[in-house]
């Protein structure tokens, strides 16, 4: 398997539910990234990590958690949730966190109900 | 703070009609412009990058240009496939990658 792989695909929970994403990278990457793309939005970069360390958060509410266990893996545990929150979460990879390009997961359609 | 401006929103073309899309930027220091196309359903895929005014890049239908303001993807001869939704980001170094909403392209046959 290659690429960005991002499971589910699909996702509906209730605002009282915990959840998690997953993301895993086949491209011996050492940065990964989370995005949330909201419908007549721009893509809204929430996380990232380089080698298993977070390197930033862009202010995202604590209802969302990042975990980066090794570089190849990527987390985001979700727990009592509101409806805007229903997005398109990406996961993205590059070589490192500088000027590199970002290889994008297929998303998970996040439905909270 | 970093800001993309994409132009128009949506586009219609017929088959084989050439057309550009817009992407202006504002950022303290360019170190890269990219270009993305993104598929209903799907993440976006990466199409060009540039990292200086005057660079162009060509890849089958498409050519990307920068300039110190903006960027152009010029598609010529469009064909159905070339529908998609492109997306252009910015990195400026301290905002990490910026995106711009984006332009819905459509080709109809």
């Known amino acids: 398997e290659t690429g960005v792989t991002q499971t589910p695909r699909h996702l509906v929970m209730g605002m009282t539910n915990k959840k998690s994403l997953k993301c895993e990278q086949h491209l011996g990457h050492n940065a990964m990234y989370w995005y949330k793309q909201s419908a007549k939005k721009p893509l809204e970069l929430m996380f990232v990590?380089?080698?298993?360390?977070?390197?930033e958060n862009n202010s995202v509410p604590s209802r969302f958690s990042p975990e980066c266990p090794n570089s190849s893996h990527l987390f985001l545990h979700l727990h009592t949730l509101q409806p805007e929150d229903s997005a398109l979460y990406l996961c993205?990879?590059?070589?490192?966190?500088?000027?590199?390009?970002?290889?994008f997961g297929a998303g998970t359609r996040l439905s909270v109900l | 703070e970093d800001q993309v401006t994409q132009s128009p929103e949506a586009l219609r073309l017929q088959e084989g009609e050439s057309s550009s899309l817009n992407c202006s930027y504002t950022v303290s220091g360019l170190r890269g412009l990219f270009w993305y196309r993104q598929d209903p359903g799907k993440g976006p895929e990466f199409l060009f990058t540039?990292?200086?005014a005057g660079e162009e890049k060509e890849k089958e239908r498409l050519k990307a240009t920068l300039t110190k303001k903006e960027s152009f993807l010029h598609i010529t001869a469009p064909k159905p496939e070339d529908s998609a939704t492109y997306l252009c980001a910015v990195y400026g170094g301290a905002d990490g990658l910026t995106f711009g909403k984006g332009t819905h392209l459509i080709i109809q046959p």
């Open positions: 540039l990292y200086s």
């Open positions: 993205a990879s590059s070589q490192d966190t500088e000027r590199d390009i970002q290889y």
């Open positions: 990590y380089s080698l298993e360390e977070r390197v």
